[in-house]
């Protein structure tokens, strides 16, 4: 080979060389200037959102929602990857915390680690569950479980949970970021180092889940009918009522003279111990069953149902029977919950509600209720109105 042959060569090669560099360079500081996002959470810290990740459009009252976009809107879990969800519970001191967070670890069989994480006591576990479906009692045959990663962490008077969800099949790479997203978080306080590792072993130890709730009195007790005295038969034959269309919930007031029994057609209302029942239909017309119904402390009777609020809305209303209807009458007091209805779904499912029989919130009842959040990967959510059935606020 001669010398001129050879020193094209090897000029062909550098110009090569040369112009793959121009290319990738571009690349290469385009991938470094993709960093992460510092997102403030309520409780006073913040964590970091990689690039790729999202504040979701859809937010809960007091929490934070990340998600993840799948590829297209049919694929993951409607249309995501995965999701963050992060809530705050106030507890009445850091000890009460520490309680509520031992027994978060016996919320799932897959055993739990304790961790500090930004300086406090934190539960930490992985596991997998089979994704709810609406209408479903097993997954579809074939499909993969959901990833889980929970983190409930001690901070101060608060237990600040952060559950993440990932679709069927996530990518493993997917898992990671979900759980570095959620170790990433740093709150403002901080714990002594000696007291956390303290209440580390104690939580460690399991000893936190063998203490005695405090007791509370009860109040009074409401007499009980002559007819029901303990030892006494049952007071008549069982009788049949006039509402149908399955779904049967109850209620009764303390001294068991009220009771209310609901279902997706309506509902039947006794004020003589269950003795007689008169039969009304359902408290709003804008109803899609699943009732549900509660007595509060105040003497009132609430009426859980799915609505159908204004806007392309599915709603848990609720409805109230104040003294002296008791039971007789309901009339409609708000909406506890709203999402947007997807298209040819549902986003939520089997609410169901409960209140406070011993304590008020400003002189008003305390009102509860739960459902399945299908927005959200089914989980179960929670909420309380301290307003009676009303909003906060």
Not at 221 to 238: E, L, T
Request: charged residues 15%; proline residues 9%; positive net charge.
């Amino acid at each position: 080979m001669s010398k001129l042959r050879s020193h094209l060569i090897w000029r062909t090669i550098l110009l090569v060389i040369a112009a793959l560099a121009i290319n990738v360079a571009p690349c290469q500081v385009g991938l470094a200037q993709r960093s992460s996002t510092r997102i403030d959470i309520p409780t006073g810290g913040a964590l970091m959102l990689p690039p790729n990740w999202e504040v979701a459009k859809i937010q809960y009252r007091g929490a934070l929602q990340l998600v993840l976009r799948a590829a297209s809107p049919d694929a993951g879990v409607r249309g995501l990857e995965a999701r963050i969800l992060i809530t705050t519970e106030q507890r009445k001191s850091h000890a009460d915390a520490l309680r509520r967070v031992a027994s978060i670890a016996a919320e799932v069989s897959k055993p739990s680690e304790f961790i500090a994480l930004s300086s406090w006591p934190t539960l930490y576990r992985i596991y997998q569950v089979p994704l709810e479906h609406p209408d479903k009692e097993t997954p579809p045959p074939g499909e993969l479980p959901s990833q889980r990663i929970t983190f409930a962490i001690a901070m101060q008077n608060q237990v600040v949970r952060i559950e993440a969800a990932m679709a069927p099949g996530a990518d493993p790479g997917v898992i990671d970021q979900a759980e570095q997203i959620a170790r990433s978080v740093n709150f403002t306080a901080k714990a002594n180092p000696g007291v956390a590792q303290q209440e580390l072993q104690l939580l460690r130890s399991g000893s936190l889940l063998q203490q005695k709730p405090s007791s509370r009195s009860e109040g009074a007790r409401a007499p009980v009918p002559p007819n029901m005295q303990p030892g006494i038969p049952n007071p008549g034959p069982i009788s049949a009522l006039g509402i149908r269309n399955g779904e049967l919930e109850i209620a009764a007031s303390n001294d068991g003279r009220n009771v209310v029994i609901a279902t997706n057609n309506g509902y039947s209302f006794s004020n003589d111990f269950g003795v007689n029942f008169a039969t009304r239909a359902n408290p709003s017309a804008a109803t899609l069953g699943d009732p549900s119904v509660a007595f509060g402390v105040s003497g009132t009777f609430y009426f859980g149902f799915i609505g159908t609020p204004p806007g392309n809305l599915d709603g848990i209303g609720i409805s109230k029977s104040t003294p002296p209807s008791n039971g007789q009458n309901f009339a409609f007091a708000s909406y506890a919950f709203t999402c947007p209805v997807p298209p040819g779904g549902v986003c939520l499912d089997q609410p169901h509600i409960a209140a406070d029989r011993v304590n008020t919130a400003t002189g008003q009842d305390q009102v509860y209720a739960v459902w399945r959040d299908f927005q959200n990967f089914a989980t179960p959510m929670i909420t309380c109105s301290k307003n009676g059935g009303r909003p906060n606020g």
